[in-house]
């Protein structure tokens, strides 16, 4: 079927053979589950294709293929193959993407694991100390050379390379950096902020971790540049002033005159003046 052609013009014999095709297919598919011959096409000299209808309901849109073929000079046609292609409204499966591809943020649940390219662009070898004979790896005072690798973040078989540091700083930043809508109307910057967690290591001079159990970054790294409305500084309230002692007066008395209401049982009683302190 991938010989150059050379003629658009059908072989005669090869375009008649269509019992022998139908029949090529039957054999393949089964009798009743090969429907009508649909087209046929030229594929080279004295080579034709043979389509018909797929009756399989799991196949909409399929056509069986049947391609014969004849020798020169020859007046024998033979089978050359008998596939089922998609036609042109067939129902395909989506292109395969591999799964690194397609793995998302967030897709990593308990129990995964995630495998690591050897030559992962976003790694660099580090220092492990496995080539270090035991010796210079003692440290029984904790200030020797593993102290100081943990120290630097070190002690790994792998560390962040270069384009590993960018691409964490891009997405820290796209997330929590200075250009976001809630930074931009922030009174004040997270560098500013009581809230804000130093980190080390390369990019400790341009992101922290929020520690506002009531900010929108909180457990998030996020750009000294970036703010919102949980700034520790942005609306400190005062303090509310304690309540002052009621004060009562029991040195003056005032007379009351009480009047009983018409018709109450009181009212046959005198009227009594009372003092009210």
């Known amino acids: 079927m991938s010989a150059p052609i ?91 993407v591999p799964w690194s591809d397609r793995l998302r943020p967030g897709d990593l649940g308990v129990g995964d694991l995630l495998p690591t390219k050897e030559d992962d662009d976003r790694l660099e070898p580090g220092f492990s100390g496995a080539d270090e004979p035991p010796e210079k790896l003692a440290d029984p005072v904790g200030f020797g050379p593993a102290s100081l690798a943990n120290e630097l973040g070190l002690g790994r078989q792998r560390v962040l390379s270069p384009l590993g540091l960018d691409l964490a700083a891009d997405r820290w930043e796209e997330h929590f950096g200075v250009r976001t809508p809630m930074a931009q109307a922030a009174p004040a910057q997270c560098v500013t902020c009581g809230f804000l967690i130093r980190i080390g290591g390369p990019l400790g001079q341009a992101f922290g971790v929020c520690a506002n159990e009531y900010a929108p970054a909180d457990g998030h790294m996020v750009s000294l540049g970036f703010g919102c409305g949980g700034h520790s500084e942005a609306a400190v309230m005062p303090a509310v002033p304690p309540a002052a002692e009621p004060v009562v007066d029991d040195y003056e008395i005032e007379p009351v005159r009480v009047h009983h209401e018409a018709g109450s049982v009181d009212a046959a009683e005198p009227a009594e003046e009372l003092g009210h302190s």
């Open 6 to 96: 050379r003629s658009r013009i059908p072989d005669r014999l090869c375009a008649e053979a269509v019992e022998l095709a139908l029949a090529a297919v039957e054999e393949v598919a089964g009798r009743g589950r090969v429907g009508e011959h649909l087209s046929l096409q030229v594929d080279g000299d004295r080579v034709v294709t043979h389509f018909f209808a797929c009756r399989e309901e799991a196949y909409h849109g399929w056509r069986w293929a049947v391609t014969v073929a004849r020798a020169p000079r020859a007046k024998l046609v033979t089978v050359d193959e008998t596939v089922l292609v998609p036609g042109p409204d067939a129902l395909l499966a989506p292109e395969w």
